[in-house]
Structures are given as structure tokens and as C-alpha cells.
């Protein structure tokens, strides 16, 4: 399988995005039937699928047009991305302030705050993985489940009932947040992490996540009160926003085909509010909602499912952030993911319109090979 891009130029992918967004801009968007035809049709591991190929692909199933495929991240990023650039006091002022109103962050982040402004994106990847191996499987287009995304539901879940004294099914109690504000005793903890240590997870491991991004870890513990364990205020929040969104569940077991979708209905409620220019607080609202998602994800064993979100949304992100590389082509892209799964598949649940997480463009080879040939 050739690359579109040389395998020793790899970073002409700046130079080949700005001559296809022009001006004039060259690309065209993946319509919803084309990418469900597409998903049906892709067959294999993404590095063997003749979707991907340097051949390139039919534009649809009427036209035999030849287009190379690009993905960007949703464009509801882009707001993100310049308040940190060009407004980031007023945006650590507002998150503060919202700090206040949430029971028991204010003592969770104190001397963190700093990380409040820092988005994790290699968690929020794997968030994202999960979530998309869960889809595809409700799907029956691959067997993987999302096992880790359900562990954590698993996990929050007793830690709340244990500690709270609540059914699986409450979400509206105001007293919950407070009481693992106050801290989790350590016969408390160990009780509710023993079962999971035997199957190869162990919560103590993950509060080291503080010790690099607090707002990102699911728990934290004192250095002076070492047998008492913090919750993450942020990850309380997510959990009641999943349960909101799947009302009268009586049992995780229930959410085990649906929590890959309510994830990603989740993040794109957090992303549809970063429009909503009359409310200012809506960038602090997005980043308490994404770091809610990053703590309540704790649990990080299939590899498969995480190519997903590192090798491909993560990677998005890094190229944005670090050299402006708005888009990359898929072939490059499948050559290297080697998932598994149908990349086909993949994009049209991350392209879906309840949250678009990536934008899915395709532009004529003809077009592509031009401008790659002049670089």
C-alpha cells in the first residue's frame, strides 16, 4: 500500500491542506448516504481495505470519479482552540468562578487550577475509542464492546452506591457530590476496589493521574490524610449527565450497548454549546463537561479500541495544535491504524451529526496528485 504523501516527507501534510482549502477551496463534503455506503462496502483491517488505496476510490456509487478522502476535526473545535490563544484570563477567571458553585472542587483544585485550562486530549481520545468500538458492536460490525467505558460505569457506579447509598438509578440527589466531596474513607475504598483488582484493575493506580493533570484524574488523595480519597467533582457531573440521558436504569448491565452513544451525545451537547455566543460562560461549561469525561474514564486495557481515538482523533488534535494541519488524508492514516475495525465505519459514527468530531471531506485525485507532485 502506497502513501499518498512520501513515507519520508511525511510533513507536506501542511503544505497539501492549505492548497486544498484554498482559496479556492477544493474539497467537497462526504454526504450522509455516500458514508453510509461507504461503511457498508469497506471490508478488512484499514490498512488492506481498497477504499484506502493510492488508486483512490469512486466518489459514489454513480460517479467514478477518483477522490482521496480527508478528515479535519469538527470545525465546533476551532472556538476552543482561539480562546485559549486570545482569552485565556477571562477564561481561567470564569472556570474559577464556576469552581465555586460545584461541592467539593474547590478544595479538589486547589493549587491545580492551572490544569483546568489544559484540555487532555490523549484521555479524551480514549474516550472516544471506547465509545466508537461500543457503537460499531451494538452494530454487530465488530465483536469489541467498549469493555472499558462499561468497567468505568461498572466502578462509579458501586464507588457511588457504597459510599453514597444510592441505587444505580438516582441522578438527582444534590447530597451525593457533596459526600464524595468530603472524602471516602480507606475500608470504604478498598472494599469497593477489591473486586476490581481481581479482574486486572486497580483504582489506586490512577490516582498517580493527579499527580500530572488534577483536572483530568479521577481521584485524588492527600498527602497529609493519606487513607482519604477525593472524587473528582467533574466526574460525578458526567455520570449524572449519562444517567440523564438513560432514565429508570436500574443496572449498568442495561447501558452495555448504549453507553458508546451516550458518551458521544454528551460531548456533543459540550460542543454545541461553545455556539451559544450569548452565554459566557459556555467555554468554562465545555471544559468542566470534557474533563468530567477524561476523570470518570478510568479504566485503559484494549489496545484496539484505543488506536482509535490516540492514532486517529488525538493525532488530529496534535497536528492542529502543534503545526496547523487542519486536515490529513485517509490512506496515509489507514496505512498506520492497523485497528481491526472498518475505518469506514469508524468515521461515519465520529462524522455523525449529533456531535461531529471530525469533518469528512474528499477532494478528486486528479486534484491531489497535482498539487502533491508540485510540492
Known amino acids: 500500500m502506497r502513501r499518498v504523501l512520501p513515507d519520508n516527507k511525511p510533513t507536506l501534510d501542511y503544505e497539501l491542506w492549505k492548497s486544498i482549502v484554498g482559496p479556492p ?102 474516550v472516544i475509542g471506547a465509545a466508537v468500538a461500543n457503537i460499531g458492536a451494538a452494530e454487530k460490525w465488530w465483536t469489541r464492546k467498549g469493555r472499558d467505558a462499561y468497567i468505568a460505569l461498572q466502578f462509579w457506579s458501586n464507588l457511588k452506591r457504597e459510599v453514597v447509598g444510592q441505587r444505580y438509578d438516582a441522578t438527582h440527589h444534590a447530597k451525593d457530590s457533596t459526600i464524595l466531596a468530603n472524602g471516602i474513607d480507606d475500608d470504604k475504598w478498598q472494599e469497593v476496589g477489591d473486586f476490581y483488582r481481581q479482574i486486572g484493575f486497580d483504582p489506586d493506580s490512577e490516582i498517580l493521574r493527579s499527580v500530572g493533570h488534577r483536572a483530568s484524574s479521577p481521584f485524588w488523595q492527600e498527602n497529609h490524610r493519606p487513607n482519604r480519597y477525593y472524587a473528582n467533582p467533574f466526574a460525578v457531573i458526567h455520570q449524572k449527565s449519562l444517567f440523564a440521558k438513560f432514565r429508570g436504569v436500574e443496572d449498568p448491565e442495561e447501558l452495555s450497548k448504549e453507553h458508546g452513544k451516550l458518551t458521544l451525545e454528551v460531548l456533543g451537547d459540550a460542543l454545541k454549546c461553545l455556539r451559544k455566543r450569548d452565554d459566557h460562560d459556555r467555554f468554562a461549561n465545555f471544559a468542566i463537561k470534557i474533563h468530567g469525561m477524561c476523570a470518570f ?65 474528499a477532494v478528486e485525485k486528479e486534484i491531489v496528485d497535482n498539487i502533491v507532485n508540485d510540492l
Open 25 to 126: 477551496s477544493q474539497y467537497e463534503t462526504v454526504m450522509k448516504e455516500d458514508r453510509h455506503w461507504l461503511s457498508q462496502i469497506d471490508r478488512g483491517s484499514s490498512e488492506i481495505s481498497d477504499l484506502w488505496m493510492k488508486e483512490g476510490r469512486d466518489r459514489s456509487t454513480n460517479d467514478t470519479t477518483k477522490v482521496f478522502d480527508f478528515i479535519s476535526l469538527g470545525s465546533m473545535f476551532d472556538s476552543w482552540f482561539e480562546e485559549i490563544e486570545y482569552n485565556k484570563p477571562d477564561l481561567e477567571d470564569r472556570i474559577e468562578q464556576k469552581i465555586l458553585s460545584i461541592d467539593g472542587a474547590e478544595k479538589y483544585f486547589e493549587g491545580e487550577m492551572n490544569s483546568l485550562l489544559e484540555i487532555n486530549w490523549i484521555i479524551l481520545g480514549r
Open 297 to 361: 474514564h478510568i479504566v485503559r486495557t484494549d489496545q484496539i479500541q484505543q488506536k482509535i481515538g490516540l492514532h486517529l482523533f488525538s493525532n488530529l488534535v496534535a497536528r492542529k495544535m502543534s503545526r496547523d494541519v487542519g486536515g490529513s488524508n485517509v490512506p496515509d492514516i489507514a496505512k498506520q491504524l492497523k485497528t481491526g475495525f472498518g475505518l469506514a465505519k469508524v468515521l461515519k459514527i465520529l462524522s455523525d451529526k449529533n456531535h461531529k468530531i471530525i469533518q469528512w471531506n
